[in-house]
C-alpha cells in the first residue's frame, strides 16, 4: 500500500520548487486547510444545530440572500487567516470592502486572499454538496502600508495560487500553485487531507455539461444553439447549484460549465473575484480553458470592482472550443438587450 502523504507534508515538499519561498505561502494554504475542516465540522452537522436556513431577509454585498451557514464559514475563515498572520489582506464575497489587518498581526506579511466561503448555499437545506473557493495574490501596494483594494484588483494571470475544497460527499480540498493541481480528500478518521487525486489532468472533452437549462428561453440565440448542440449529442445534463460541484466533476470526467448573460444578469451572474478567476487557475493548471461568452479570456480580465460578475465558459478545452465556435458563428454583438 501507498504511504498516505498529507495535505501539510505535500505543501510542505512543494515548497522547495519556489527556490525563494519564504514559507509565507506554504503557511496560508496550511491555514485555508484549517479553516476548510473548521467549516466542513459545521457544514455536517448543519442539521442538528439550526444553523439551516436564511438568515432574516439579509442580503450580502452580491446582492443574494444570505445563509447563516455562510455568515459562519465567512466568519471562520476571516478568524483562520487573521490569525494565520501570513496574510494582510482579506476580501469575501459576504464582506461589502476588504478586511485589512494590521502589520503587527500579520507580520508584515505579502499575500492577500480572496474567497467565497460557502458556494452553492441554495443546497444547504437539502443536504447537497457546497464548496468554498479561494484564490491567493501577491500584495502590489505598499508593504509598509495596508493593504489596499488595488491589492485584489488584479488580473487572474496573477494568483500565486488558488483552490477550492467541496463539502460533498466526501470532503475534498483541491489547489494549484501555477505547477500543476493536486486533489486532497479529507479522511475524518484521522482528520486529515489525504492526497487522493494526483497532477489531476482534465480530459479533452466528456459526457458532461452543466447549465442552468431553465433560462433556456432568457439566453443569447448562440447559447440556445449550443444547448441544442449538446443535446443532439446526448450529452447528459448535470447542474448541481454549485459551480464547484459542477466544475469538479468536469475537472475529472471531462465537461463543460456555463453561466452566461441572461435577462437578469446581462453581464452574468458569477463574481470574476471570488468564483470565476480561482476556478479558471485551476482549470487552466489541469489543461482546460476558461473564458468569457464575449470570448476573453477569464484570467486576463481585469477586474475593475470588487463584486464584479463576469459571464464565463469554463471546463474541457475541445469543448470550450467548440462553444467559441458557436458564439463567433451565431452571436449578435455585444449583450443582451431583451428586457
Ligand atoms: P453562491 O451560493 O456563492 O451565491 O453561488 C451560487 C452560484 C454558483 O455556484 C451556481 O452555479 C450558481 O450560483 C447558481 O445560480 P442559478 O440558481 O442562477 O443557476
Ligand atoms: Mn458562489
Ligand atoms: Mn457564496
Redesign the pocket.
Known sequence: MNRIVTLDEFIIHRQKDFPYASGELTGLLRDIGVAAKIVNREVNKAGLVNILGVEGNAE?A?G?TV?KL?IYANEKLIDCLKNSGECCGIAS?ENEDIIQIPAVESKNAKYVVAF????????IDVNVS??T?FGIYRRISDPEGPCTVDDFLQKGVKLVAAGYVIYGTSTILVYTTGRGVNGFTLDPSIGEFCLSHRDIKIPDRGNYY?V?Q??YLKFDVEMRRYIDYCSDLNLRLR????????IHRSLLQGGI?L?PN?R??PKG???LI??CNPLAFVVEQAGGKAITCQLERILDLEPKELHERSTIVIGSPVMVDEMKNFIERYSVPAYSTQE
Open positions: 450580502n452580491s443574494d445563509q455562510d464575497e467565497d466561503p460557502l458556494d452553492g448555499s441554495s443546497n457546497v464548496g473557493i452543466s442552468n431553465g433560462y447542474y448541481i447549484g454549485s459551480m464547484v460541484s459542477d460549465f453561466y441572461t437578469k444578469y451572474k458569477l463574481r471570488y468564483e
